[in-house]
């Protein structure tokens, strides 16, 4: 990845308050989407947090309206596009040892989603032990618009929330408030942002890891929010009924026949959303999260490692590059991509995604031994 200049350690603001330490993602102009820098700083933090008998928790915020938007990934296909697929796997590599850790950490995280929380971000957040949401929060997994998949182990967690609301949430990107966050799981509480600072001020005096002591503290705090009458979480009876078909031509196909006996525009809308994206990217994911409801948080990311490295190599699909450019740098929202239909995709090529990758400079991802010290909430995900 590039070298560090001087600002990148701005970055991240590290603060010690009292008994905490206090995180805050500080790119604001770029929705602090994560950068190598800050994935390999966030790393060293936690690494050297946990060993630190004085830190009993950590608070991760965003700095402005986004708590993070996601990883920078047009910065990683900028590089891939000139052949160089081995920096971008170093980002990965970097982030998904870092959500490893978080949701295996021994000690409360506590992640404060004022903002926007999408992809890379879900990954810096959704893992630690307790997301506190706001009225402002947003959360998504846009990236089968992208040509790439839900990954910084969303199978993980989307396979963990109520129904096939996984499924839905990962395949479409659909954009989930923080009342809907609380609802299915991805939130553990909510707060209202005008609460915020007295509450990381009651965070800060915690003289204990004991997350029961943390939550006691955040429920002084805590609402419980309005769910909307149009949510989405209310037809969980139609997305389980659609989105547990085994295959993506089989949901699309069961979508459009509820669409026809029912006057809801969602219905349509969601097969819209499905078949603009990346035919490669929503099979490679269902099969993802249907593999992943059976295995741990660690071999979840071997998984994703694996994947993410054929998709940066580019010798199956360019689909990352080409929605890259059409989304985050040309702009003109319309990927070609290729194969361009679900039908053209056999089962066969998309288990190609899955193996290691036939190159000798290439290693798979490995990941710490976690036993020891651990609470049952981290001990659980292993």
């Known amino acids: 990845m590039a070298s560090l200049s001087q600002g990148d350690h701005q970055q991240i603001l590290e603060e010690r308050k009292l008994n905490a330490r206090v995180l805050t993602l500080n790119r604001p102009k770029q929705l602090n989407a994560l950068s190598f820098y800050m994935v390999s700083r966030l790393l060293e933090v936690f690494s050297e947090d946990e060993e630190n008998s004085d830190i009993k928790l950590v608070v991760v915020k965003g700095n402005g309206r986004s708590f993070c938007a996601g990883g920078d990934v047009a910065a990683v ?35 404060i989603l004022n903002g926007i929380v999408m992809g890379g971000g879900a990954g810096a957040s959704v893992h630690g032990r307790f997301r506190v949401v706001t009225e402002n929060a947003v959360f998504a997994m846009p990236e089968t618009a992208l040509g790439l998949f839900p990954d910084v182990g969303a199978a993980y967690f989307l396979s963990r929330v109520p129904g096939f609301f996984g499924e839905y949430v990962g395949l479409t990107g659909a954009r989930l408030n923080g009342a809907e966050m609380l609802a299915c799981g991805l939130a553990t509480h909510f707060v209202p942002s005008s609460k915020l600072s007295l509450l990381e001020e009651a965070l800060c005096k915690v003289e204990t890891s004991d997350p029961n002591a943390v939550s006691v503290i955040i429920d002084k705090y805590s609402e419980q929010p309005f769910l909307k009458d ?153």
């Open 77 to 111: 296909a900028r590089e891939g596009s000139k052949g160089d697929w081995k920096s971008g796997a170093t980002f990965f590599r970097t982030e998904y040892r870092l959500n490893y850790l978080m949701a295996t950490y021994s000690k409360p995280q506590v992640s």
């Open 230 to 382: 149009d949510s989405v979480y209310h037809r969980m009876d139609v997305i389980n009924k659609c989105f547990s078909i085994k295959s993506i031509e089989g949901i699309i196909s069961s979508l459009e026949i509820e669409a026809m006996g029912k006057a809801h525009h969602w219905i349509s809308e969601t097969v819209q959303t499905l078949k603009k994206a990346s035919p490669t990217s929503l099979k490679i994911f269902l099969r993802l999260i249907r593999e992943v409801r059976l295995l741990g948080i660690g071999p979840c990311l071997v998984l994703e490692y694996r994947i993410v490295c054929h998709i940066l190599k580019g010798h199956y699909s360019k689909d990352f590059f080409e929605g890259c450019r059409a989304i985050l740098l040309d702009k003109d929202r319309n990927p070609k991509w290729e194969p361009s239909k679900l039908e053209l995709l056999s089962d066969r090529d998309i288990d190609r995604y899955f193996t290691k990758l036939e190159d000798e400079e290439w290693e798979d991802l490995e990941l710490p031994k976690r036993f020891n010290n651990l609470p049952t909430y981290a001990i659980s995900k292993l």
